[in-house]
């Protein structure tokens, strides 16, 4: 599994997003590899209107906010 977040790169949320997502996947044991995408032409390229984006194997899974780790947890889960 491939879990990308989208975001410049002084964008806390986004930051702060990609460090709870890796936490996710590894205490969940989970074989997946986190990165965040800077890059303002990729970000457009995929759709992403407002940061932080976040997809899940190329597929954007929600954009301009920020779920609660629960809900992060349980989005991350649901794709394995």
Not at 16 to 43: S, W, Y
Not at 46 to 75: H, N, Q, R, W, Y
Request: charged content about 25%.
């Amino acid at each position: 599994m491939n879990i990308t977040v989208y975001g410049p790169s002084g964008c806390s949320n986004c930051t702060d997003l990609k460090e709870t997502a890796a936490e996710i996947v590894d205490r969940n044991d989970i074989d997946a590899d986190v990165t965040k995408e800077p890059d303002m032409t990729k970000l457009a390229q995929k759709g992403v209107m407002s940061t932080p984006g976040f997809a899940i194997d190329d597929e954007i899974v929600f954009a301009g906010s920020t779920p609660s780790e629960a809900e992060l947890e349980s989005i991350i889960t649901e794709h394995v």
